[in-house]
Every structure is written in C-alpha cells, then in structure tokens.
C-alpha cells in the first residue's frame, strides 16, 4: 500500500527497514486484537469469519 510505498522512499536502509518493520508490527498488533474481539463468542458476532476470516499469523506472511 501507501505506506510501505512511502517506506521505500527513504533513502538510509537500516532507518527504511526500522520503518517498515515498526509499521508491519503495529499493523499486526491491531489486527490481531480486532480479530480477537470480532472471534469472542462473548462479543455477538454472528459469522465472525466474515469480519476477518484471516488469522493473525497469516496477515503476518502477507505482510512481512
């Protein structure tokens, strides 16, 4: 996306990799907590697998 797009711009390897690597973790800290959420039977949702049918860890191999 954007973001990594933007990412690439930035000249220095080790500050682009820092970058891409913060952004990746924050990435997947929210997804893995909203994907907690949307699959706890306490929550409500009905077809949480429609919501985020992908599991943390297979967001992470998209992403790294």
Known sequence: GKIFS?????QAPRTRETARAAIVSATLA???E????????????LQPATLAP????????VLE
């Open 54 to 61: 992908h599991g943390p860890e297979a967001v992470r191999m």
């Open 30 to 32: 929210c997804y893995s």
């Open 6 to 10: 933007a990412c690439a711009k930035i």
């Open 34 to 45: 909203l994907y907690a959420a949307v699959h706890e039977k306490s929550n409500g949702y």
